[in-house]
Structures are given as C-alpha cells and as structure tokens.
C-alpha cells in the first residue's frame, strides 16, 4: 500500500505543501535573516551583523513592553485558571440552569478582539469618567482593563476544558476519598486538583501564550498610550515595522527574540506533559 | 465527579447574578446604540430618553461610514473559503503523513509543528511583501495565504486523529481493489468527521476574527473584514463616532451570536477535543 501511497504523494501533499511555503517558509526564512539587516522593503537590504540585536538592549519602550508584557501575561494566567477552575468546579455539581450560565461564559470567546476592545473601551471610560480619567490616563490604567478584558474573554474557554477535566474524575474516587473522612477542601486538594493536572498544564499553556501574543484588544483599547507605556509587545513590534521607516530590521529582530520566548514557553508546557504521561 | 448540592436554588440565584453581570458590557453597547453620541460620551450609563434616543441613526450611520455590508460578504467568502481548504487539504495531508511515515513524511510533520510554535509577527513583514509580490491580496489569494500559515495547527489535530483509526480497513480496501485517493475520500474521511468538525470550529474562530494578517496582505482600498471596518472607523486622528460605533459593534455581534446559538455543541466540543490534543 505504502507505495501507490508514494505515488500518490503529490496530490495528497502538494496544495498544503505549497500554500505553506508561500505562506510560512520563505517569509519565516527572509524574516530571521532581514533581522541580521538593514532595510526598507524585503528586497534591498545591507548585512549589519548582530547590530540590531545590540541596539535592542538600548531601546528602552522595547524593554518596558518586554516586562510589562510577561507581567500582563502572568497576571492574566493566574487570575484566569483561578476563576475558570472555579467556575467549572461549581458548574458540574447539579441545578438548574447550568448549561445557560456555562453558554454565557463561553460566548464572548466568539467575538473578536477588535470589537471585544471597543466593547470595554466604552464601559471602562464609563466608570472612569467618574473621576474625570480615562483608560489612557496611566499605563497602569490600561494594565488592569487588559486584564479585566482578557478574563472577560478567556474564563469560558478554560472554564470548558476544565469542565471536561472534571467530569472525567471517577466518582467512586471521591466517594471513596468522602468514606475515608476526607474533607471538602482536602478532597479537591489530594484527589480532583491531581487528577485534572493534565487540564490544568494545557490551560495554563494556553493563557501564558494567549497573553504573550496578544495584540488585537491591545490596539483597540490603549494603542499604546499614554506614550507607548500600554504598549505589549505584539504591538511594540508592529509599531516598530510601520510606525517609522529605517527601523524595519530592529522590528524584524524584536520579533525574533518574541519567537524565542514563545518557543521556550512551548517547550517547558510540553517537557512537562512529557514527565506527567511517564508518571502515570 | 459529585454532583449533588444541598440547596440548588441557591445556586441558581448566584450564577444568575453573576450571569447577567458578564453579560452587561454587551448589553451596555446595545442600550448606547440607540443614544446620540453626545450622550454616550457624557454618561455612558443613562437609558435612552427622549432627548437622547436617536432610533436607528446610529446604525445608517455606522454601515454607510464603514460599508459594513461588503466587509461582512468578504468576512464570510475569506471564512469559509479559507476554511474549506484548509479542512480539504490537511486532511488528506496529515492522513498521508501519518501512513507513509517516511523521511519526507516525518520533515513536513516537524515542520508544521514549528509553525504552530510561530507567532505571526514573525512572518507579519516579510508575508505581507510576498503576498503583494504574488498578486494574493485579495480574497481568493487570502485562501492561499490562510491554508499555509494556518496549516499547522490543522494538520496537528488530523494526525493525532488518524493515529487512533485502525488500519485494518483501509487494508482492506487496498486489497479489494481501492486506491489510496479512493480510500481517504470513501473510508478515511468519513472515519474523521468528527476531528473535521473540531478543526472547522477552531479555524473559524481564528478566521472570522483575524484582524492583522488581513489588515496587512489585504488591498484595502478594495476588500475590508469586519475586524477591519471597526478598527477603520477608529480612523487615523481626532476622536471616534461612538454613535456610529456602536452600531457597528453590535452588527458585528450579530452574527457571531446567531451562529453561537445555532452550534454551541459542537463549538464546545470542538474546543475541548482541541484542547486535549494540544
């Protein structure tokens, strides 16, 4: 079989294989070497070396983005597995409506970024406006309605796969753990929270990358402001390509350094799926 | 899991306060809609009054500003194209991948995985040129563009689906007379419907939604996706028409709602199933 399979290996790769090249190959390739360039457009470019890593380290809205960005991002991790696990904990025990509250979680995962930004943009002005400030006063300001509209939209998404999670722990474990003089508290500490470790890595993934990459309500809500201190990274890089021309390849190098982290991020999540399936 | 509480209406009251409570900032466009945008801007908070209540001005305004009716048509052919050749051909190439297993099989596996690794603002500069350079930055070409920066998680989910299909019934097949492109089509892909659905649920939640890869490859003076339209009213300088853009938010909000309420199961599915893959 495996070879009528070969022969037919052009029309079952092909297509993707091609699109994929167009559209992740050769712009992945160009863009790790533009980064060691200076440039303008794609096709005229000067070797610098290592220069526009160099002057990353001096870029100090760069460095400002890079910590404001992993504080957002652990911010965000935390308070959305918190509430999500929560959630999902009460919302598998039986009463009526269950299944109306755990749609009304979920849906505001459907609506995009953009309009999700806007969305908030209206009701934190709102309240701000209270006090005569808006959500572009202080960068701190834009920090906590990021993470508010971040949990806004993620606690459903995590709050289903945890859901999941714990509707596949047996109840004779429980019940076993309940006969044995367990408490409550001890119960989800030792028996539930163990068990539904293998949600809890893939949520967690989810939400630290999800806050790393995030851009879309970013620009919609602060677009940076006041003065580029809202600024994630995402959106640092994007306005270092098209906010002023000549920096195009420290833009290219930022977004190196983004893949890094990102890529480092994926690697510890799955060397820690990794050691979890040896265990069990 | 137990499911059992001691007074359940209790908890019935409290999830539906914190129910309406979550869906309050919507609620808050919809009701600001109706007001002129002096209003919004003065207190977001006050009902529509005599004096506030604008009908349906907003929304002309909104669609005529933004040409909100032709983004939405192009939303939906990028969507839908897009996700149709995505589902067509990872399928067939992570069925390959995982049954051939060779050299060539393993490096394309490898590499669809770093794709899934790779955040877009890698690619964002250097894809927005090649776009350009090809003549892709138009709907149909978006197909092209989508199929190869979206593959990977695509092909991911398929080939994890395919491990677990017993092989004994496409042998079967081959021994019968069938060929490998009768196979997949007859056998196989009936066999991955459900990881076709997970895959379709996913990628058109990313798509729908996309703002920046579009933003970016697309000719704008000719195609725009809502995503672009909302953030287009927003324009370059001075303020914002929240009047018209309350309006278009809620428009936009349409049909994501109407499509949520028509396929929550399987959306949920689709995410969870998604979930335990990656």
């Given amino acids: 079989m495996k070879k009528s399979l070969a022969r037919w290996g052009w029309l079952f790769t092909g297509p993707t294989v091609a699109a994929f090249i167009i559209g992740f190959i050769v712009p992945f390739v160009l863009g790790v070497y533009l980064s060691f360039t200076e440039f303008r457009t794609v096709t005229r470019s000067t070797w610098v070396g290592l220069d526009n890593y160099a002057k990353l380290f001096g870029d100090e809205v760069f460095l400002h983005s890079l910590w404001y960005t992993a504080a957002f991002a652990l911010v965000t991790t935390v308070l959305i597995n918190v509430f999500a696990f929560a959630i999902a904990y009460m919302l598998v025990k039986n009463f009526r409506g269950k299944n109306i509250f755990r749609s009304v979680f979920f849906m505001p995962n459907l609506i995009g970024g953009i309009v999700l930004g806007y969305i908030w943009l209206l009701l934190l002005n709102g309240v701000l406006g209270m006090w005569a400030r808006s959500i572009t006063y202080d960068a701190t300001y834009g920090f906590w309605g990021m993470v508010i509209l971040m949990c806004w939209q993620q606690i459903g998404y995590m709050m289903v796969i945890y ?117 069990l | 899991m137990n499911d059992k509480v001691r007074r359940p209406w209790v908890w019935t009251v409290t999830f539906t306060v914190i129910a309406l409570a979550y869906l309050y900032p919507i609620a808050l466009v919809v009701i600001n809609s109706f007001k002129g945008k002096v209003f919004i801007a003065d207190n977001p908070f006050s009902l529509p009054s005599a004096e506030s209540f604008v009908g349906w001005q907003n929304y002309i305004d909104g669609v005529q500003k933004t040409n909100l009716f032709a983004s939405f048509g192009w939303s939906l052919v990028i969507t839908i194209g897009s996700a149709v050749l995505i589902l067509a051909c990872t399928s067939m190439t992570a069925w390959w991948i995982v049954r051939m297993d060779n050299r060539y099989a393993k490096t394309l596996y490898t590499s669809f995985l770093f794709n899934l690794v790779v955040p877009f603002q890698m690619v964002m500069f250097t894809l927005s040129w090649l776009t350009d350079y090809l003549g892709l930055g138009n709907p149909v070409g978006l197909w092209i563009i989508y199929l190869g920066f979206g593959a990977g998680l695509a092909v991911f989910i398929f080939t994890g689906f395919v491990k677990g299909i017993p092989f004994e019934i496409e042998e079967a097949a081959t021994i019968d007379g069938c060929g490998p492109v009768r196979t997949f089509f007859l056998i196989v892909l009936p066999v991955m419907k459900p990881a076709v659905i997970t895959v379709a649920i996913l990628e058109v939640m990313w798509l729908w939604n996309d703002y920046l890869l579009p933003y970016l490859t697309l000719d704008l003076k000719k195609y725009m996706t809502i995503p672009i339209s909302v953030q287009y009213l927003k324009g370059g300088y001075g303020a914002v028409d929240m009047g018209a853009m309350m309006g278009v938010l809620v428009l936009a909000m349409i049909p994501v709602i109407v499509f949520y309420l028509f396929s929550q199961k399987h959306i949920i599915k689709g995410v969870v199933a998604g979930a335990v893959k990656g």
């Fill in chain 1, 163 to 279: 859901i999941a999670g714990l509707q596949s722990v047996p109840t004779e474990l429980i019940e076993a753990a309940e006969m044995d003089g367990a408490s409550k508290s001890r119960t989800l500490r030792s028996v539930i929270i163990p068990l539904v470790m293998p949600s809890i890595t893939v949520c967690t993934f989810l939400t630290i990358t999800n806050g790393f990459k995030m851009f879309d309500q970013n620009l919609a809500l602060t677009n940076g402001a006041p003065s580029r201190l809202s600024e994630l990274l995402a959106l640092n890089i994007f306005n270092t390509f098209y906010g002023r021309t000549g920096f195009e390849g420290v833009g290219q190098a930022k977004a190196v350094i983004f893949l890094i982290i990102v890529a480092v991020i994926a690697l510890v999540q799955n060397r820690f799926a990794r050691s979890k399936e040896a265990a």
